[in-house]
């Protein structure tokens, strides 16, 4: 029964700490694909229309730098979308346009990359290389190094010729109406008529989500009356608000998980006191306390609770390791946009898990020992 205990304690604590360490990992891993291709913060004309074709605008000097200075930005960069067709011999395939300019860090879209390189926005012409979606690659069965005839339609229809630095894959594409390909902001901006400081958005990157909803609102503030700032859960409100819901997940499975380990250890002790009655009925006959006699089954519990925490510390540890490295619990990316179960959690939150989870055994121990003050000893001595 001991040994029944301690696995049941050692299961409790592993699946507590998975389940935090799950959910802190899908909010931190996927919110991160969609600000590092989107930003924190996007700042456009207001205006209700949702159409790829934006409606340019210049930030002044003076916003420009206030924006910048922003304790919470880390860097800003503008960029454009236009709707296009991009066409082969046999296929064909709608596709957004997003344009960037030599200003925009391109770190994470490198990190995407399955297949090429990033596109070299520097020149003093307009790049015509673009990065492709995997997903239109296939389709369209393109790769690296070949040439896509790209059509926009507008008056006159325009033609552009693009070739195919690299290909990239997010896996959150779910979430778009269309794919993007990423090419030279100065392409836009010639095709729409637009002068060299115009754009249709400005991203705006924050070292992290903590303050994305205040720090939008402050922008706003400092914006003309055509302007606004929208934070990343502005823009994706189902997404993130699906997020938030695991939180209530996370806290039902572990009041759940510390049910059950404190109800196996609490099992055990009961067992052992019940086969333990007639010696517990000669204790106190011989004139022991039942405050010393319900310490040692206090004593035996602490070691079950200790015992239990130690093996489930290790295999959630072993767990952890084999996860990151070996991703041997896998996804379907295209549903939950991570192709294995993510993992993420601190020291901190691990100290406290396991604080929680050792002072709610210690107080279900009070049960036993309620139990062992209600045993009379002639009673104990009698029916042995």
């Keep these: 029964m001991v040994r029944i205990a301690i696995a049941g304690v050692a299961t409790g604590i592993v699946v507590i700490l998975a389940a935090s360490a799950i959910v802190t990992g899908f909010q931190e891993s996927i919110p991160v694909k969609f600000t590092g291709f989107w930003g924190h913060i996007q700042i456009s004309r207001l205006e209700l229309s949702q159409s790829f074709e934006q409606r340019p605008f210049r930030l002044r000097a003076d916003q420009l730098d206030s924006i910048r200075k922003h304790p919470e930005v880390q860097w800003v960069a503008p960029y454009a979308t236009k709707a296009g067709i991009l066409r082969t011999d046999e296929a064909f395939e709608g596709i957004v346009l997003k344009g960037i300019d030599a200003s925009y860090r391109t770190s994470f879209l490198q990190s995407t990359l399955t297949a090429g390189k990033m596109p070299n926005f520097k020149g003093a012409e307009p790049s015509n290389e673009i990065l492709l979606p995997e997903s239109v690659a296939k389709k369209l069965e393109l790769k690296v190094g070949d040439k896509i005839q790209c059509y926009f339609i507008q008056e006159p229809p325009r033609l552009r010729v693009f070739t195919i630095s690299g290909i990239y894959k997010l896996g959150i594409e779910g979430e778009f109406s269309k794919p993007y390909v990423v090419s030279d902001l100065r392409h836009i901006r010639k095709l729409n008529g637009w002068e060299d400081d115009q754009m249709g958005s400005m991203e705006v990157h924050l070292g992290g989500m903590k303050a994305v909803q205040s720090t939008s609102y402050q922008l706003s503030d400092q914006l003309d009356v055509t302007l606004e700032a929208y934070s990343i859960q502005d823009l994706y409100p189902n997404l993130f608000n699906w997020l938030n819901l695991f939180d209530l997940n996370k806290q039902v499975l572990m009041i759940i998980m510390l049910l059950v380990a404190g109800i196996n250890m609490v099992s055990a002790l009961f067992i052992l006191i019940l086969e333990r009655t007639q010696t517990i009925g000669l204790f106190k006959a011989f004139g022991m306390q039942t405050r010393s006699i319900s310490s040692l089954f206090v004593l035996t519990g602490a070691y079950i609770a200790g015992m239990g ?76």
Excluded at 333 to 339: C, H, I, K, M
Excluded at 346 to 372: H, K, M
């Design 309 to 384: 925490m130690l093996i489930g510390n290790l295999l959630a540890m072993v767990f952890f390791w084999l996860q990151t490295r070996y991703k041997i619990i896998g996804l379907d990316e295209s549903s939950y946009y991570v192709d294995a179960v993510p993992l993420a959690i601190g020291w901190q939150e691990w100290l406290v898990l396991n604080l929680l989870t050792f002072a709610s055994c210690v107080v279900l121990l009070l049960l036993p020992a309620f139990a062992i003050s209600r045993i009379r000893p002639v009673e104990a001595i009698r029916f042995s």
